[in-house]
C-alpha cells in the first residue's frame, strides 16, 4: 500500500477533470453496471501513468463523443475496488496503468499496460477516442 499523500496529487490529476474515485467493490460494480458507457481507469504511481495514462484519459475527453460516466481505482491502494473492476476485465490480465470501456455494463474496449508503455498519450487518446466514437 502506497502512502495516501503519495498518491493524492496523482489521484487528484484524474479526479480534477470529473473522474469518480472508486473504493470499494460494490462501487465499482455500481458504477460499471449503469446504463450507457462507463471508462474505468486503474491509476497507478508508475512513470507510464503520469507520462501517458493519465494525460491521454483526460485529452480523450476532448472528443464529441465520449463515455456516459468516468471513474477511476488506484492500484496499490484500493485493492478492494481494484480487483473487483479486474474482475470484470477479464479475460485481459491485470495491469497497472489500465483503461476499459464498459457499455451497459460490458467490457468493449480495454487498453492495457503493454499498450500505455512507452507509446505518447495523443496515440493512447486517439484509440480511446476511436473506440467513444465505436461504442458512446
Do not use: Q, W
Request: hydrophobic share 40%; aromatic share 6%; with cysteine.
Amino acid at each position: 500500500m502506497y502512502p495516501s499523500e503519495l498518491v493524492k496529487p496523482m489521484r487528484e490529476d484524474l479526479s480534477s477533470v470529473g473522474f469518480e474515485e472508486l473504493y470499494t467493490a460494490e462501487a465499482v460494480e455500481s458504477a460499471i453496471n449503469k446504463e450507457g458507457t462507463t471508462l474505468v481507469v486503474v491509476n497507478s504511481v508508475c512513470g507510464c501513468a503520469a507520462a501517458n495514462a493519465r494525460p491521454a484519459a483526460k485529452m480523450s475527453l476532448m472528443n464529441n463523443k465520449k463515455p456516459d460516466h468516468i471513474v477511476t481505482v488506484f492500484a496499490g491502494v484500493d485493492t478492494e475496488a481494484v480487483n473487483a473492476a479486474r474482475n470484470l476485465m477479464i479475460p485481459f490480465p491485470p495491469s497497472s496503468p489500465s483503461m476499459a470501456l464498459f457499455k451497459n455494463g460490458e467490457l468493449v474496449h480495454m487498453i492495457e499496460r503493454h499498450h500505455i508503455e512507452g507509446r505518447p498519450a495523443e496515440i493512447i487518446a486517439e484509440n480511446l477516442t476511436e473506440a467513444y466514437n465505436e461504442f458512446c
